[in-house]
């Protein structure tokens, strides 16, 4: 079970780049590592999900080294509304056991005016 | 994408009293859905997976028969917390994987038992 690293919290400013990294050190070779975002008394959404180097979508970019012992999730141009906390999660696709999603600690992203 | 839905959104009880939460997929099947609770502040913690036409199967420390799971049908899971305490208070989350692994949450229930 690959357990992450985040930090827990983070502070920006509104329309500035914002990048989180989570360390992955054990991550294994079928693992995904997936972001997830979760505003107060609300389920976590997903952002994007990569296996390696980049992936981007509308709303963010998942940046993976050769290692894929960490990963960055930017958000480009953050707003109010992405206050929120940010989990990183890796695991198994070829599996469908929760257990292989564990959720750490987060981060807690606050978008100052 | 897949949408999961959780009903109710917040449930207050008193001390001793059962709750049901159900969590059903509105677009997809799931043959197995997992439960979450969450504390304030903290992250998601996992309490057991529900398997549709079998028993579930619970995290350590997790009571099976304080937290009744019932997999009803392929769109339907329900979560019972019987005779609840205020310690029980929390915010419960269920989520499902769709056919391609991708893991979709309902939007969670509010318990307050007091």
């Known amino acids: 079970l690959a357990k992450t690293t985040q930090p827990i919290s983070m502070d920006s400013y509104e329309g500035q780049e914002v990048n989180i990294t989570c360390s992955h050190n054990?991550?294994?070779?079928?693992?995904?590592i997936t972001w997830y975002q979760q505003f107060p008394s609300q389920g976590p959404r997903f952002i994007i999900q990569?296996?390696?180097t980049k992936v981007t979508n509308e709303v963010a970019s998942l940046f993976i080294p050769a290692d894929r012992k960490s990963s960055t999730l930017s958000l480009p141009r953050v707003s109010l509304s992405d206050t929120a906390v940010y989990y990183c999660?890796?695991?198994?696709?070829?599996?469908?056991?929760?257990?292989?999603?564990?959720f750490g600690t987060g981060t807690r992203l606050t978008v100052i005016p | 994408g897949a949408v999961v839905s959780q009903h109710p959104s917040r449930v207050i009880c008193k001390s001793g009293t059962s709750v049901k939460i159900e969590c059903r997929s509105l677009d997809f099947q799931a043959t197995t859905m997992f439960w979450y609770r969450q504390f304030p502040k903290q992250s998601l913690m996992l309490m057991a997976t529900?398997?549709?036409?079998?028993?579930?199967?619970?995290e350590q420390g997790v009571e099976k028969d304080k937290f009744l799971i019932n997999h009803a049908s392929l769109t339907l899971s329900t979560l019972t917390v019987t005779s609840a305490h205020p310690e029980d208070s929390s915010f419960y989350i269920c989520?499902?994987?769709?056919?391609?692994?991708?893991?979709?949450f309902g939007p969670g229930t509010r318990l307050t038992v007091l």
């Open positions: 999660l890796v695991g198994d696709m070829e599996k469908t056991g929760a257990n292989n999603l564990f």
């Open positions: 990569g296996y390696k």
């Open positions: 529900s398997n549709e036409g079998s028993k579930a199967t619970y």
């Open positions: 054990n991550i294994a070779t079928n693992d995904y």
């Open positions: 989520s499902a994987p769709t056919s391609a692994n991708e893991q979709f």
